[in-house]
Nanobody, 124 residues
């Protein structure tokens, strides 16, 4: 599986960005879960959101609930992360990840495949 993340950039606090993660390399099924994680400088990588390949189940970290929305376009094999009301503390490199089984979707160890990351910088 190859994952290509894009859409990062510099935005002012209160603004919005939409990240994309294009997946390729195999035929995906409902067994797959797609996740977004982020890593700020000097901090551990943390869970942001996850979605089932069918789109029927979504999960969010408490810190982004109500501000971020994860979605999936199966026809394009692409997962999106719409980020609204951005805060300076959202500044991080954002990574998309995938796995072909459901486990602890909040944990980095659950995911077998990772994209290269895209930098989001929120200025105050």
């Amino acid at each position: 599986v190859q994952l290509q993340a894009s859409g990062g950039g510099l935005v002012q606090a209160g603004g919005s960005l939409r990240l994309s993660c294009a997946a390729s390399g195999r035929t995906f099924s409902s067994r797959y879960v797609m996740g977004w994680f982020r890593q700020a400088p000097g901090k551990e990588r943390e869970f942001v959101a996850a979605i089932s390949w069918s789109g029927g189940s979504t999960f969010y970290a408490d810190s982004v609930k109500g501000r971020f929305t994860i979605s999936i376009d199966n026809a394009k094999n692409t997962v999106y992360l719409q980020m609204n009301s951005l805060k300076p503390e959202d500044t991080a490199v954002y990574y998309c990840a995938a796995d072909n089984g459901w486990g602890a979707v909040f944990s980095t160890s659950n995911y077998h495949w990772w994209g290269q990351g895209t930098l989001v910088t929120v200025s105050s």
